[in-house]
């Protein structure tokens, strides 16, 4: 047996004992919107090596699937674009050409639908289209699943973000929101029959700026946060996590589901591009939130229940369509495969930094600034604001780790980040004169100025055609454009 077989056959019995071991199960997330995409061999290594044994991927690409095979991590695909299957003939060709091939050699478990398709109904005024055409999707899904005999392994459900849930003070009060209750109604009934789990998708940082009565430390479970929610049945909570998992709880109660299972399919913290979004605030958020769900604990609502969670996500991913600043910096790896700060995925709570991924080239230490000649400061303007819409400039917003840069600093980390995109083309510097390419790292304080790796995966990116995640073409403009405008005035301010 090879040296590297040996070594991946560990890791698969360190993912086996560590699953019997747990109370809890936490999972990965692993999206590829960035510039360079790691090797699917390669992140099922990294997977082994942390001791993973749970997948989201968001999409059903082949090489993919081929790539966990045999690596006892268990894989859920996704579908995003509901338009691909409209049809029961459509459901069965899909599950024959993307599940079939596979169903014997690779773990797949789940298939998730859509994009928060009822969220568009709170969001709409009440106009449930998309949720009713999701969960016709769903039916139709899981009865080809069913009719190719996979129905016992292979679940299909739909992921909901918090807003699905009404808003509340605490978690007794909360229910499925009026203008959904019919089409959630539905969609848990087709959960019971298909012993399938109600998926559930949480965002800390987001729901602690809109619910700005609780205390900033309430998003960690750690104890130290000045509020203290207390409710019904002597529940007490003090922290985000076991309050909104409740909240879901008694929503699905009050729905006539009260058993039902939940998964958290994504629940992290951001490194960068919004006020408390940093590695060390990222690094005290999964020190305590992992401990407490591999624990066996539970929440005050489900005492020694099992906790199901994935971690959003394996890598940053800086080509994500644009929407807010954070929404590229979730990753606990740089998307070069480097980790950003300590985090022990198996739940134990030890002081580590995951495993590295191995095999990673990085490309030459040289970068692209901006050379200082302002005798035109339109044409320095265009050119940032050219390079912002085309490359990620998101470190650069208000509470960002690069918002603190001068003027001249703020161009260049412009100017570097979409010659980095481009992985080092000189010609990708030139800028209308104002670029050049330097030996020497820029970077200050907190704000890197990255360098790319070599080139990872850039062929059969099946995108969509293979359901990809909001796959990239280019940014929102419209948002990116707002963005970029108050970038300018930032700019035009220094």
């Not at 360190?14 to 936490?26: D, K, N, T, Y």
């Not at 928060?116 to 009440?126: I, L, Q, S, T």
């Not at 998708?201 to 203290?228: C, G, M, Q, R």
């Not at 590229?328 to 495993?355: C, M, T, V």
Request: some cysteine; glycine content about 6%; charged content about 20%.
């Amino acid at each position: 047996m090879g040296f590297m077989k040996m070594v991946r056959v560990a890791c698969l019995l360190a993912v086996i004992l560590f699953a019997m071991r747990s109370e809890g199960s936490i999972g990965m997330n692993w999206g590829r919107q960035s510039a360079q995409r790691l090797i699917p061999s390669m992140v099922v290594d990294l997977m082994l090596q942390n001791g993973i044994g749970d997948v989201r991927i968001y999409n059903s690409q082949p090489d993919i699937l081929e790539a966990f095979a045999g690596s006892g991590i268990n894989v859920t695909v996704q579908i995003l674009f509901l338009n691909l299957i409209n049809n029961a003939q459509q459901a069965r060709d899909w599950v024959g050409l993307k599940i079939d091939p596979f169903y014997y050699s690779t773990n797949i478990r789940r298939i998730f639908l859509g994009n928060h398709e009822f969220k568009a109904a709170v969001m709409n005024g009440g106009n449930t289209t998309s949720a009713e055409a999701a969960v016709d999707l769903m039916e139709l899904m899981q009865s080809a699943v069913n009719n190719a005999s996979y129905g016992d392994q292979i679940k299909v459900t739909l992921p909901h973000p918090d807003c699905v849930i009404t808003n509340v003070t605490r978690p007794s009060d909360a229910e499925f929101r009026s203008e959904i209750k019919e089409p959630m109604a539905r969609h848990l009934s087709l959960l019971r029959q298909n012993n399938a789990p109600f998926v559930a998708e949480i965002f800390p940082i987001e729901y602690i700026n809109f619910h700005p009565w609780l205390d900033f430390s309430f998003a960690f479970a750690d104890n130290k946060t000045k509020t203290v929610i207390r409710d019904i049945n002597g529940a007490v909570y003090t922290n985000i996590f076991d309050y909104m998992y409740d909240c879901f709880v008694w929503a699905l109660r009050k729905a006539g589901a009260p058993d039902q299972e939940i998964v958290v399919s994504q629940i992290g913290w951001p490194t960068d591009g919004y006020p408390g979004a940093d590695a060390a605030t990222a690094e005290r958020f999964y020190k305590y939130l992992l401990p407490h769900v591999a624990s066996g604990r539970g929440t005050p609502m489900r005492p020694g229940k099992q906790i199901e969670i994935f971690v959003h996500c394996l890598t940053d991913e800086p080509k994500n369509p644009f929407s807010y600043p954070f929404a590229r910096h979730w990753g606990i790896y740089r998307s070069n495969g480097e980790p950003k700060f300590k985090i022990d995925l198996s739940g134990q709570g030890r002081d580590i930094y995951p495993a590295r991924a191995k095999g990673i080239m990085r490309m030459p230490q040289r970068w692209c600034v901006f050379n200082g000649d302002k005798r035109d400061e339109f044409k320095v303007k265009a050119q940032f604001d050219d390079a912002c819409l085309r490359a990620d400039c998101t470190s650069l917003s208000p509470g960002g780790s690069c918002s603190q840069l001068d003027y001249n600093k703020n161009v260049s980390y412009a100017f570097n980040m979409f010659f980095q995109s481009m992985f080092q083309n000189e010609t990708s510097c030139k800028f209308d004169g104002l670029g050049e390419v330097v030996p020497t790292d820029p970077s200050e304080g907190s704000c890197v100025f990255p360098v790319e790796v070599v080139r990872g995966q850039q062929i059969n990116f099946d995108t969509a055609a293979a359901g990809e995640r909001l796959y990239y073409v280019h940014p929102n403009k419209c948002v990116a454009m707002v963005f970029i405008f108050v970038l300018s005035v930032i700019f035009v301010l220094m």
